[in-house]
């Protein structure tokens, strides 16, 4: 077997061999296509971008390459475009598994040899649009999340309102009321009794405080609260004596009126624990 | 000391890789596709087109006679009996088979008449619409699309990595990979837990390596591949103990234009018109000087002998068989005449022989029977009278490595030095060597890359996992 030398064609000037290595080595896809919307020339760029080889790219109709509503943009600037004209639109493109996606071309014409051809940039908008994805839907949830927080606040303002409301007409129909008729009682037992409904009543306005206001508590005496503060500072009976100036006897007295006062009597918990979490 | 791993790793992406890919994947397994290139295909996306299938629908309707016997005959012939037959045969049974896989499970659209290739006894070959394999890639594509089929590109695999008792576990890849700098990338080990496919394609581009194994193709000739068909995965597979065979059977195609670069659109002209319907003329003698409708290699042979240039011709009636027509003559890969007088005078062809020949041959047609070179004549065939005629000049480049790494039934590669399959490694496509022989069959290529791509995959996704 012999083979005969192949006719060398490589008759490339240094000028077009920068030229054609600049081309193909463009970051951006650039086609070429004729009257017959055939690309006749396509960089490696372009390759990448649909997913063929430049073999497959070559003699391709480029609206083969493009969804039906980008061909109708392509066939548009085709027609309408003067040489030297540029115009450029997003449309939906095809990687060669059929999957689309988005992409910007800019067309411009370009006539030599007695023909039209549209030379074109092609680029894969895919990550582009990842991001503003991504950068719409951070922003969604950021609108999102204020919205919550508003919700949030009115519905506390709202509490805050209601609350006021309620104790300000407890006051205005019971309170003041009985304040009223206490003034005008016409003897001690009967203002004592109207005084105990007093009482109730500014009880039942502090329910539902986080520091719910303790019967027990109210009835100590000056003495008696006094003693409770230093218990509650953790207080031994003799430091409390030295504290108050008074004898272990009568601080032992106030214990006992006190634990009696908050019906402790009988049951197995000393004042220091009781006392720990209540306001004094 | 693993980055990632899948159930089976499926190196290339052209009809071996994606249909091996595919049946393993349909197992329910993961499966991960790695192309150097920076477009998926390969070679096969600017083949032809073309399957060879005995006893298709098609011949069924055409009313063809054929079996696998017939197109394992014609294989054996065309390869010179270099063909490991057991592996041929394989590919002649299942030919049908793989054909109407790609049309059921891909939806390949193919034309509506078989082509009577030469070497071929009978017309027993489909062609894909588009007249390219990309008509078969890109459904291929699609589907790996649909069902998760990862396909990496610009990755590179530089080594097989092979456990302690030598079975295949998983592969070294340079990612982000620059061909063809051996440099570039970002090295990653990948694992296998079931097992490795080689389907990297053949070495015609590879232009040192070729000429190693057969040193008359020297740099000069030209190559139909595309620029990454070279043989770096070939010898990663030699490096990992597979066995070479008949690295030096290289095909030559005889219909490749000497007007444009590598496959172009010329050679589907000469293989659908110019030899088939037309005659093969040496410029010199503006004769005849072979059976136009003979095997590639008989072709070339006869075509490089005596150091010949030579055209095609075919006239209005021959070209209607030509899809490609008019991007050949808008390249101007083809030439339209309205006289042979033209025709002649524009190709320097000594115009007196020319006529002669012509008139001999159409006689030939005209009896039925060509005395000279024993061409067959089938009905369909027409004297070359009907102007405009049209010529293609032809040159021969390198076009098919029929050599390759050995394989058995099962598509496992086969370990030199034992003879005994290499454990969860598997080959299939033109880099599997043996089959085609000393000279591949036309459209027989696509069907052995689906036929034993697909083997390679049902076997490869029948591994048992590695814990």
């Known amino acids: 077997m012999r083979i005969n030398k192949q006719l060398n064609t490589s008759t490339q000037s240094t000028s077009e061999k920068i030229l054609s290595a600049i081309f193909m080595s463009v970051g951006e896809g650039i086609l070429l296509v004729d009257e017959e919307f055939e690309i006749v020339k396509a960089n490696q760029r372009a390759c990448e971008i649909y997913g063929l080889l430049e073999q497959n790219l070559i003699g391709a109709d480029i609206r083969s390459l493009m969804d039906a509503s980008g061909s109708q943009v392509l066939e548009k600037y085709f027609g309408g475009l003067i040489e030297g004209q540029r115009m450029s639109a997003e449309i939906d493109c095809l990687y060669v598994d059929g999957k689309t996606f988005p992409a910007t071309v800019t067309v411009t014409r370009s006539d030599f040899d007695g023909k039209r051809y549209w030379p074109m940039i092609v680029r894969d908008n895919t990550d582009q649009k990842t991001l503003e994805k991504q950068l719409r839907q951070e922003k969604q949830q950021t609108e999102e999340m204020n919205l919550t927080l508003k ?130 | 000391m693993w980055d990632e791993d899948f159930d089976i790793i499926v190196i290339g992406s052209g009809f071996a890789g994606l249909s091996a890919a595919l049946e393993a994947r349909k197992r329910g397994l993961s499966v991960v596709v790695l192309e150097k290139m920076h477009v998926p295909g390969g070679n096969s996306s600017i083949s032809g087109g073309l399957v060879a299938a005995a006893g298709s629908p098609l011949q069924a309707k055409e009313k063809v006679k054929d079996s696998p016997e017939l197109m394992l005959a014609d294989m054996l012939d065309a390869g010179h009996d270099y063909n490991f037959p057991e592996l041929a045969r394989i590919v002649a049974e299942k030919s049908t088979d793989a054909l109407l896989w790609t049309i059921e499970e891909l939806g390949v659209k193919y034309k509506p008449r078989l082509i009577h290739l030469g070497g071929h006894s009978v017309p027993r070959t489909y062609n894909t619409v588009n007249t390219s394999g990309s008509g078969i890639i890109k459904p291929m ?40 700098n051996r440099e570039s990338g970002t090295l990653k080990r990948i694992r296998a837990k079931r097992a490795v496919i080689l389907a990297a394609g053949g070495f015609s581009q590879d232009k040192k390596f070729r000429a190693l194994q057969n040193p008359m193709l020297t740099e000069d000739i030209e190559s139909t591949n595309h620029r990454g068909a070279t043989a770096e995965s070939l010898v990663m597979a030699l490096k990992a103990g597979a066995t070479p065979v008949q690295l030096s059977m290289i095909q030559l195609g005889p219909w490749a234009s000497r ?19 037309g005659i093969l003329i040496d410029l010199n003698t503006g004769t005849r000087f072979v059976n136009e409708q003979s095997d590639r290699k008989l072709l070339v042979d006869a075509m490089l002998s005596s150091g010949l240039e030579s055209i095609a011709i075919v006239d209005q009636k021959g070209v209607l068989h030509a899809s490609t027509l008019q991007q050949c003559l808008k390249r101007g890969v083809v030439k339209q005449f309205d006289t042979i007088e033209e025709l002649a005078f524009a ?12 008139k001999a041959y159409n006689s030939f047609i005209e009896n039925g029977r060509d005395d000279e070179f024993g061409k067959p004549i089938p009905k369909d065939l027409c004297p070359i009278k009907h102007p405009p005629f049209y010529s293609i000049r032809l040159i021969s480049k390198v076009h098919h490595c029929m050599g390759g790494i050995q394989i058995n039934e099962r598509a496992q590669v086969i370990r030199i030095d034992t003879q005994q399959p290499i454990g969860r490694f598997y080959a299939a496509g033109e880099i599997a060597g043996g089959i085609h022989g000393a000279s591949r069959l036309g459209s027989a290529a696509i069907t052995e890359c689906i036929v034993f791509g697909r083997i390679a995959g049902r076997n490869a996704a029948g591994e048992s996992p590695r814990p």
Not at chain 1, 154 to 170: G, H, T, Y
Not at chain 1, 213 to 218: E, M, P, R, S
Not at chain 2, 259 to 277: C, K, N, R
Not at chain 2, 351 to 357: A, D, F, G, I, Q
């Open chain 2, 259 to 277: 007007d444009e670069e590598g496959f172009g659109v010329g050679s589907m002209f000469s293989m659908l018109a110019g030899f088939p319907y």
């Open chain 2, 141 to 180: 594509l699609t589907k790996c699309r649909e069902v998760d089929i990862p396909i990496r590109l610009r990755v590179f695999v530089s080594q097989l990595i092979a456990d302690e008792s030598g079975d295949m576990e998983g592969v070294e890849v340079h990612e982000d990979y620059i061909f063809p």
């Open chain 2, 347 to 358: 190709n320097q062809a000594p115009l007196v022989p020319l006529l002669e020949t012509i």
């Open chain 1, 151 to 280: 919700t949030v606040m009115k519905s506390i303002e709202q509490d805050r309102k209601d609350f006021e409301s309620r104790v300000a007409s407890k006051i205005k129909t019971s309170l003041l009321p009985s304040l009223k008729k206490i003034d005008k009682a016409p003897d001690a037992g009967v203002r004592k009794s109207y005084l105990a409904l007093l009482e109730e009543q500014l009880f039942s306005l502090s329910a539902g405080f986080e520091n719910q206001l303790d019967a027990g508590l109210l009835k100590l005496t000056r003495t008696e609260i006094e003693v409770c503060r230093l218990i509650q500072a953790g207080c031994s009976s003799k430091d409390i004596c030295d504290a108050m100036r008074l004898s272990f006897e009568t601080i032992q007295t106030h214990r006992k009126n006190i634990r009696k006062k908050l019906a402790l009597n009988g049951k197995k918990l000393n004042l220091h624990a009781y006392l720990m979490n209540r306001v004094l």
